[in-house]
Every structure is written in structure tokens, then in C-alpha cells.
């Protein structure tokens, strides 16, 4: 199997409903079924915002410190399983600290787990941005103290409504501690949330960035500056983002010279893990194993940590 870089996967998308059960028995808490098919019955989604309130509502049982190292446990031992050698993983502050649980039980059971980890691995702390720019700045304060447990800040939650030039002031800060930056943009938000991105957030990466491909000028700023793309295609079919594996413009995205990636986003819920994603490329939409490989060469290429 290739070895890879994931570069676009949200630890609280790892949450298989197996650990969404076992969870929810250990700390008590009700579900509205305990049965895991009746849980996964569940994941069959119209849009971002479907995907997402199933998402938010399965992470409350992520109580203690425990909880928290036991999913990223296993996540990366399935991201090794796939031939990950090294990632970089999205958390969702904001999804736990609403819930009473304290930065330091998400750092401190993450953190745990990837130290005894022999798949390289780094944080990137992600501000939901449907809860604006301020609540954004508060979270990026209270997590300085934790400045050496993530490498960056990222963007994500629903993107539509909420544009990138929102969070300028919580980007500079982070810039100026030295924190690295990307944004979901262009998923299901227009090539103007990937140029903002871009100038105003001084993003190094794009997450998705699908739509990008609408805008010729925008793909050749994207080609020129070497911005890569992490684009997660079992993630875009569940999230109907494109009709079918069939329509999907990644071909054309490297076709262009984009430095494209291929990432899983929230495997539990989207079908599967990163190698997945390749395969289901190579077997639904035929991409050949010379560009598959230039692929995995991309993903070490666009990663902020050399490994
Ligand atoms: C996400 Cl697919 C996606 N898009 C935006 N925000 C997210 N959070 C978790 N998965
Ligand atoms: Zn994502």
C-alpha cells in the first residue's frame, strides 16, 4: 500500500458509532438508541448542515480525558492500517468547551494518544465559524497556554453565510504566534471563500476547495503559488457536494497542475478512511497509479510537518 499524509481529517469524525455506544454506557448518558446499525442508519445525509447536527449531537459523549485518547487511539491505529505514516488532525475546541469540557481533558487525552503513536501526527485547533469571530478569539486565548499541542488553526463548521473575512483578527494573532493557517473553503461556498481565504486569512493550505475550479483565475493563482488542495471525495458524495465518484473534478484539479491531496474529512461518517478514498478513485473514476502516486508525493509535499 502507498504511504500517505492525511492532511484533512476532523478527530471528531473518527467517532464510529461502536465508541459512540461504548462511550454513552461508560459515562452514563442517554442516546436515542444504543444500537450501532440503528446509529449508522442514521448517517444518510442531504447536506453539510445535516452531516453536521448528527456530528455535534454524537460528540457529547466525549466526556473525559480517556474518552479523548481512546478516539484518537483509534483513529490512528486505522490511519496506519491505511498506510498513513504521518497526519494532521482537525479538533473542534468549541464542540466541547459548549459542553463544560475543558481544554485541558481534549489536549490532554489527544496529546496522550499520539505520543504513544508510531504514526506521526500534529494538531491543527479548528474554529466553528457559525459561532463567529469573537467566540473564535476567546478560544484561540484559552488555548495558548497549549501553544506547543498544535501547529495551527484552521476553519470549518457550515460554511455558507460565514465567510473567511469574518475571522481576519483571529488569523493575524494566530499568524503572529506562529501558528500555521487553512480554512475550509470552496465546499460548498463559492470561489469567493477561497480567495478570501487566501488574502485575508493568509491561508497556507485549502481545505476541499472543489469550488475553486469554477473560477479560471483563481486556478491559476491556486497553480502558481503551489497552494495545495485537500479534497476528500467519499466526504463530497455523502455530503451530495457532487452527484456521484463519477462527476468529481479532482481528475481535472490535477489535470491543471493543482497540488491536489486526497483526505478521508470524517471517515465514521462518510463510507471510509483515507485509503478508501484511493481506492474508490482508482475503482470508480479510473485514475491511473501514476497519479494516484503523485497524490501520495503531494500529501508529504503540502504537510507542515516533514516526516
Ligand atoms: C466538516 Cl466536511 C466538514 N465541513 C465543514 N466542517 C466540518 N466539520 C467536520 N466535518
Ligand atoms: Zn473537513
Known sequence: MRSKAELHVHIEGTLEPELVVELARRNRIELPTFDVEAIRARYDFADLQSFLDIYYENTAVLRTEQDFYDLAAAYLGRARAQGVRHAEIFFDPQAHLSRGVSLEVVFGGLTAAMKDSDVSAALILCFLRDRGAEEAEQVLRAALPY?????????????????????????????????????????????????????????????????????????????????????????????????????????????????????????????????????????????????????????????????
Open 147 to 307: 501553544r506547543d499541542h498544535f501547529i495551527g488553526v484552521g476553519l470549518d463548521s457550515a460554511e455558507v453565510g460565514h465567510p473567511p473575512s469574518l475571522f481576519r483578527h483571529v488569523f493575524d494573532i494566530a499568524a503572529a504566534e506562529g501558528l500555521r493557517r487553512v480554512a475550509h473553503a470552496g465546499e460548498e461556498g463559492g470561489p469567493d471563500y477561497v480567495w478570501e481565504a487566501l488574502d485575508i486569512l493568509r491561508v497556507e493550505r485549502i481545505d476541499h476547495g472543489i469550488r475553486a475550479m469554477e473560477d479560471p483565475r483563481l486556478v491559476a493563482r491556486l497553480r502558481d503559488e503551489r497552494i495545495p488542495l485537500t479534497v476528500c471525495p467519499l466526504s463530497n458524495v455523502r455530503l451530495r457536494a457532487v452527484p456521484s465518484l463519477r462527476d468529481h473534478i479532482l481528475p481535472a484539479m490535477l489535470d491543471e497542475g493543482l497540488v491536489v491531496t486526497v483526505n478521508s474529512d470524517d471517515p465514521a461518517y462518510f463510507g471510509g478512511y483515507v485509503e478508501d478514498n484511493y481506492r474508490a478513485l482508482r475503482e470508480e473514476l479510473g485514475m491511473t497509479d501514476a497519479q494516484l502516486d503523485q497524490i501520495a508525493r503531494n500529501s508529504f509535499d503540502a504537510s507542515f510537518v516533514r516526516v
